[in-house]
């Protein structure tokens, strides 16, 4: 179910890749929305996130092992940063995503190896 989600999904962003070979300027402008290409890997991957986030909360639910649920807080946090820098793209009036992007970053990181070093 997972796999057939993931497939859909690059399914999906591969439709929109269609490159404007008029305007190639450093960044390449995909045709119809004028979303640049890495915009768009960033959006599939917050989507994988929150997909993640669910299947990983699902599993805290059934399981009660704590390490699940530091697991689904990072996935959270991932899905979180994802969406702000996306945010940030289409809204770039506000300077502060990048800092609190950084800073998810790091609580990324410790939920990871806090998953990783409970026992």
């Known amino acids: ?3 057939a989600g993931i497939i859909i999904s690059l399914v999906l962003a591969g439709s929109f890749t269609l490159l404007d070979k008029n305007n190639l300027t450093g960044e390449d402008a995909i045709i119809g929305f004028g979303i640049t290409l890495d915009i768009l890997i960033t959006i599939a991957t917050s989507i ?5 986030f ?7 639910k059934k399981d ?15 899905a979180v940063k994802g969406f702000l820098i996306v945010a ?3 809204f770039p009036q506000t ?5 609190v992007a950084h800073f998810l ?9 806090s998953g990783l070093a409970k026992k």
């Open 1 to 3: 179910m997972l796999l």
């Open 48 to 52: 994988l996130a929150v997909i993640l």
């Open 54 to 60: 669910v299947i990983s909360a699902i599993a805290y």
């Open 64 to 78: 009660k092992r704590k390490r699940l649920l530091f697991v689904t807080g990072a996935f959270f946090l991932f």
């Open 88 to 90: 940030d793209e289409f």
């Open 95 to 99: 300077g502060w995503p990048e800092p």
């Open 105 to 113: 970053d790091f609580g990324i990181l410790i939920l990871f190896f």
